[in-house]
């Protein structure tokens, strides 16, 4: 067994401790808003926060995570201003790299609290949407941000 923070809780979890935490939150906690893309931390559909900090969960191992605090799209709360901006701008299309892109925009607000087009661009370039929402994504930063 290993403890797991996430999403405020502590969990112990019966996987090994090299398991990427994608899976750990899928398989075992059923937290299947964190979407598997490519496996490889190349696509951002597997995007948590870690401590604040965005990251793959694709590419981090459950003991690479430790006593650290994961942050899942079911941990973020449905009035925060990002997932109200999304809706509000209609950015899904299909959807499935949206919980990667709503943390992402999570991380980065916390880190920007004003981001300016190029600075979004920088920080989402590693999540990708083969929908290509992402003018409507840019215009959901700037809408959480004001
Ligand atoms: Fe993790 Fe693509 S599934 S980056």
Known sequence: MTSLKVNGETYQVAATPDMPLLWVLRDHLKLTGTKFGCGEGLCGACTVLIDGAAERSCSITLAEVGERQVTTIEGI????????????????????CQPGQVVAAVALLKQNRLPSDEQINQAMSGNL???????RIRKAIHAASS
Do not use: D, I, M
């Open 77 to 96: 709360p449905a009035n925060h201003p990002v997932k109200q901006a999304w809706l509000a701008e209609e950015v899904s299309q299909c959807g499935y």
């Open 129 to 135: 949407c083969r929908c290509g929402t992402y003018q």
